[in-house]
């Protein structure tokens, strides 16, 4: 069964934000990684020394449901974030299959912005915006 949360992109001020979410709905980050624990990947630029320390992921458990995530933007990596669209959709899936089937239904007329690909965080994951400019994303924990 799918599980549906909110994720939202900053430029450069994630790490702010979400110190500021956790002292509204208190607990503690279930992840808090930075671009510069990403490793090289093929056809992808350096990380410059500027962007490094922005986060590439973070998440903040705010009931026993609810999961608010967020990023930094990463120049070339997704869509220019604008007011309106800093937002995504984030549905977390019990399969590969699953991740595949409501890819291909949501992403139909859309623009995938990342095929669906293992990644070097353990997941199959994917991103896309819909033909009505709604950001979604799809993560499948590979099995350990």
């Given at each position: ?5 909110a994720?939202?992109?900053f ?17 503690e ?12 990947q ?59 089937k ?28 819909d ?14």
């Open positions: 069964m799918a599980t549906v949360n994720y939202l992109t430029e450069g001020n994630c790490e702010a934000a979400f110190n500021f979410y956790r002292s509204a709905f208190g607990g980050f279930r992840d808090l990684n930075r671009f510069s624990e990403m490793p090289p093929e056809g992808m630029p350096a990380t410059s020394e500027e962007m490094k320390n922005r986060i590439m992921h973070v998440s903040l458990p705010i009931s026993a449901e609810t999961i608010l995530m967020g990023s930094d933007t990463m120049p070339g990596m997704g869509p220019d974030m604008t007011a309106g669209n800093n937002f995504s959709i984030s549905i977390g899936v019990s399969s590969k299959e699953e991740a595949d409501l890819c291909d239904a949501l992403s139909a007329d859309g623009k995938v912005t990342m095929p669906l690909e293992v990644t070097f965080w353990g997941a199959y994951f994917g991103m896309w915006t033909k009505f400019g709604i950001n979604w994303m799809v993560n499948y924990d590979l099995p350990k």
